[in-house]
């Protein structure tokens, strides 16, 4: 059994005093500011046919804190500033990799309010964590331990929406060790009637309440749409109230997500899933799409990293293929297949459930790719022969 050094983010609400509230509230104005300004450089660079990389755009932040308009800069710490710089480069490592959209910028309503700390610009100390230019500790509500003997390397501080605080540290967690190897796989669909339909047959439904909470989110976002724009309270009160109905959706969301992807990993050495950066590029539709949209991209990341902890294997396939007219039983393709048709039999005489149909589609899609490509996955490189991974998805049928 190999033991990895794993690092995982613990994550807590804390309650800040007005001084700390307002220091972080200053810096996060900061680091959305150099992150726009950093992508506007970079973004009015490019249309010179020049690229500007992360050291150009550190050097071009000691400049801005020379200025007077931007001296403020200089007031908060400098560390979360340059980090703001680091993901800007990640976002562009992306982009540039066909992994993500151009870079976007940061609004002030919208956006998330979060900085993250370094180890030169927090200190951890029995317990207690205490930010640069703060004097005190935060009171964080330290609902888990964090495990014995762990140093926080980053950590990040954020609010949400409701207008709650939370700081997530990331440290090494020596309990996390490598699961023995199974030989079992699974192929996992994303759907909207039920979160998940799992090539075995199993279908897992969305946590519980979440059909009421989102309705309940749909009425606040309509009385947050009639309130006037000029009145301030109102509107504020109805903004707070629809993010606290988000928050609980979220906060439902990925407690169920959290016992799920464990268990998957646990059980299977070999995930099989449809890559959806293709679909993520198209402009959202419904708020049902956007929530399952949300949940699919927390779902991934989860399952991604917990493969890594426990030494299983997640493969994104492209979509390449009509998974839900392809008979997983005999490779014939159905002329149609309309979205109402939830089960439909083959000329071979199989009858299938339109979603677990998909999901061994996926399942057979991503072991092919296994067996010829010793586990690469398919959108990031594809190894000779494959061609039919490498090809641009049609947009997947819903
Ligand atoms: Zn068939």
């Not at 700081?167 to 796989?185: F, G, I, R, Y």
């Not at 047959?201 to 309940?216: L, Q, V």
């Not at 990993?265 to 956007?290: F, W, Y």
């Not at 048709?341 to 296994?370: M, Y």
């Amino acid at each position: 059994m190999v033991t990895t050094h794993v690092k995982r983010a613990f994550k807590y609400r804390f309650y800040p005093t007005d001084a700390q509230a307002a220091e972080l509230s200053r810096t996060f104005g900061c680091v959305r500011k150099v992150y726009n300004m950093a992508l506007a450089a970079r973004t009015e660079a490019r249309t010179r046919g020049e690229r500007v990389n992360y050291n150009q755009t550190s050097a071009l932040l000691t400049l801005w804190k020379k200025t007077e308009e931007l001296a403020y800069l200089s007031e908060v710490s400098s560390v979360p500033l340059q980090q703001a710089l680091r993901h800007l480069q990640v976002a562009f490592t992306n982009f540039f990799g066909k992994r993500a959209k151009y870079p976007r910028f940061k609004s002030r309503k919208k956006s998330r309010r979060s900085a993250e700390y370094t180890t030169s610009a927090f200190r951890y100390r029995d317990g207690k964590l205490t930010l640069a230019k703060m004097s005190e500790p935060l009171d964080i509500a330290w609902s888990r331990h964090l495990p014995e003997g762990a140093a926080p390397s980053t950590v990040t501080v954020s609010q949400d929406a409701a207008g709650r605080w939370f700081v997530s540290m990331l440290c090494e967690d020596p309990t996390v060790v490598a699961l023995p190897a199974t030989d079992t796989a699974v192929g996992i669909d994303v759907g909207l009637t039920h979160l998940l339909t799992l090539s075995s047959g199993e279908k897992i439904t969305n946590p519980r309440h979440e059909r009421k909470d989102r309705a309940r989110l749909a009425l606040a976002q309509r009385r947050l749409a009639r309130k006037a724009k000029g009145d301030g309270a109102n509107r504020a009160k109805a903004r707070r109230k629809a993010a606290k109905v988000h928050a609980r959706i979220t906060d439902r969301r990925r407690d169920h997500l959290h016992k799920l992807t464990t268990r998957l990993v646990r059980e299977n050495q070999t995930l099989v899933i449809e890559d959806l950066t293709v679909r993520n590029m198209v402009k959202n539709r419904s708020l049902a799409r956007a929530i399952s949209d949300a949940a699919w991209s927390e779902f991934r990341s989860m399952l991604e990293y917990k493969a890594a902890w426990y030494g299983r294997e997640v493969i994104a396939v492209d979509r390449w293929f009509p998974s839900s007219k392809l008979c997983s039983n005999c490779g014939t393709i159905a002329s149609t297949m309309p979205l109402h048709v939830r089960e439909w039999t083959c000329d071979c005489g199989t009858t299938h459930d339109r979603d677990v149909n998909a999901a061994k589609n996926l399942l057979a899609a991503g072991l092919a790719v296994t067996v010829c490509g010793a586990g690469v996955r398919p959108q990031r490189s594809s190894p000779g022969g494959q061609s039919a991974t490498k090809q641009k998805t049609p947009r997947r049928e819903p």
